[in-house]
Each structure stands twice: as C-alpha cells, then as structure tokens.
C-alpha cells in the first residue's frame, strides 16, 4: 500500500536542542519512539513537505532514511510539559505532523572523519543536487552512523523553490545549487555513471507514488495542482541537467 504510517503521540520525551526547528522526542500508541518535526514551528509546514518528498525519494533511490511517519498530535500533551516554550510548539501542533523512527545509540556521521565510500559520496551529492538540498555541507552533514550504515536525515531545507513559486515565477526553470560546501564533494567520483543510473530510475510513476505520499492538509492550495507542480519541476531538472556539469567542474575545481 502506497501511504505513510499513521501513529498518535501519546508522551513528549524530551527536545533535540542542536535541531533548529526544535524536533522532540516522542513516543506514540504503537510505543515506538520518533523524532518529530512539529507543525507548529516557525518554519513551516513545507518544510514538513520536503522531508516527504526527498525522504521517500532518496529511499526509493536505494539511500537509508529512517523510516517516515504521520503523527497525530493533541495539543492537551502541552499541560504535562514544563517548559514555556515546548509548551507553546505543542499547542500550535495540533493535528499532523512528521515523525522519523528514532534510531537509538546513532551519533552524527561526518565524512571528514570516516570515509562514506565512492559510491555513496557521488549518489549523494547528485540526490542533493536534483533536489537542491542546501543542508548538507560539511559543517552540518545531516547523516548519522546507525549499525555501521550512514542514515540520512533532515532534508527539510530542500525544494526550497517552493516558497517563491508563483505564475511568474515556476519551478520550471534552472535553480542554482552551490556544491562547494557539500560534506561529499571531497570524497565523489565522476558522475555519469551515477547520473545515469539515478535519472532512469525517476519515472513519472515514480514521482506520482512520491507525492502521493503528502498530507492534502499540508499543500497550501489545490493538491492536484500542487503535486503537478513538483513534479513539473522534477521532470525540468531531470530534463535540464547542466546542473551535473556544474558538479563536475566542481569536483574537477578540488585538485
Ligand atoms: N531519526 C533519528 N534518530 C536519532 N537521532 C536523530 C534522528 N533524526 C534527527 N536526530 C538528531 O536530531 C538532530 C536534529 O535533527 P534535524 O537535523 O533533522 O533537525 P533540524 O531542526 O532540521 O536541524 P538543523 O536545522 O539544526 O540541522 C540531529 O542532528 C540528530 O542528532
Ligand atoms: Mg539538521
């Protein structure tokens, strides 16, 4: 079945101070424990949007993300909880919101210091490219080490097309994705094997199964049109690709 787990939060553990949206650790009814994203926090609900839809993406690419859930949230978990401002990020999440399996004992995986592998590092870098996911440099790679693999997380900064699209102004055009920052550039190889393999693998059945996958209540307008327009734009950037050009001649720019 084609749909992202439903689960209800039931117990607000603790928050993931280092996170900027302030993320918090919950248990729900199935006592699973998830890192939540909240709806409530100041950035957003596409932001909720794109971790959907890069998350699901990357997993159907072949890359390890922890699994991806809906949480039901009712603002009445805010009176157990002491602190003012967890308080309040309660009381505006009522509803929907992300939820991340938690995956316990993990630590921030840093390229710089392990070697991901050739493999990973150019996959990676290309899924960030398509994506235009500016969260992934080396000073916050946004991986973690679970059980030996490299999980990624936190692509909520990605599409970020979304906050400025208009009739003017459509997700169908070339955005602009600075590499040089990217925790894999010192580690990618060449990329047209990768380009290749990648693009063939994003059909348009793909990307419907993708977006399939968003919340209506999370697409500010329109779903049906709202989802053509990601896509219009996947399918752009798929066709437009100098962007793997420009990865190259980064890439080549290093040594
Ligand atoms: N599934 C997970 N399992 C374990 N820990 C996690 C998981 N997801 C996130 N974390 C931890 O929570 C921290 C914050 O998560 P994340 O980076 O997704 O939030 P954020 O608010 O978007 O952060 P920022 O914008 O500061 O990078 C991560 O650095 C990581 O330490
Ligand atoms: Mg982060």
């Known amino acids: 079945m084609n749909s992202l787990r439903e689960v209800t939060a039931t117990r607000y553990v603790t ?35 794109a971790e959907i839809v890069v998350g699901e993406l990357a997993r159907r690419l072949g890359f390890r993300i922890p699994e991806i859930v ?32 938690y995956l316990p004992g993990s630590f921030d995986f840093n390229p710089i210091v392990r070697d991901p592998g050739v493999e990973l590092a150019t996959k990676l870098l290309w899924l960030d490219a398509l994506v235009l996911n500016v969260d992934r440099s080396w000073r916050n790679p946004n991986m973690l080490l679970w059980h030996r693999d490299v999980w990624l997380i936190d ?33 990618a190889g060449s990329l047209s094997e990768v ?12 990307l419907d199964e993708v977006l399939a996958l968003v919340p209506d209540e999370w ?19 798929l066709a437009h690709r100098g ?13």
């Open 70 to 101: 809906l949480v039901h949230l009712d603002p009445e978990l805010a009176r157990a909880e002491p602190d003012q401002e967890v308080q309040e990020l309660l009381r505006a999440s009522g509803g929907l919101n992300l939820g991340l399996d």
């Open 15 to 49: 928050p993931f101070r280092e996170g900027g949206s302030m993320p918090g650790l919950v248990e729900a009814d199935d006592l699973g424990m998830y890192v939540v994203k909240f709806r409530g926090a100041g950035q957003g609900v596409k932001v909720l949007v």
């Open 155 to 187: 692509h909520g900064a990605s599409l970020y097309f979304h906050y400025s699209w208009s009739p003017e102004r459509p997700a169908t055009k070339d955005f602009r994705f600075d590499p040089s920052d990217h925790a894999m550039l010192p580690n």
């Open 195 to 206: 380009d290749a393999e990648l693009s063939a693998k994003i059909t348009p059945e793909l």
């Open 243 to 255: 962007w793997v050009d420009s990865l190259e001649a980064a890439r080549a720019a290093r040594v």
């Open 219 to 237: 697409l500010d307008g329109d779903p049906v049109e709202l989802r053509q327009r990601y896509k219009d734009f996947f399918t752009y950037r």
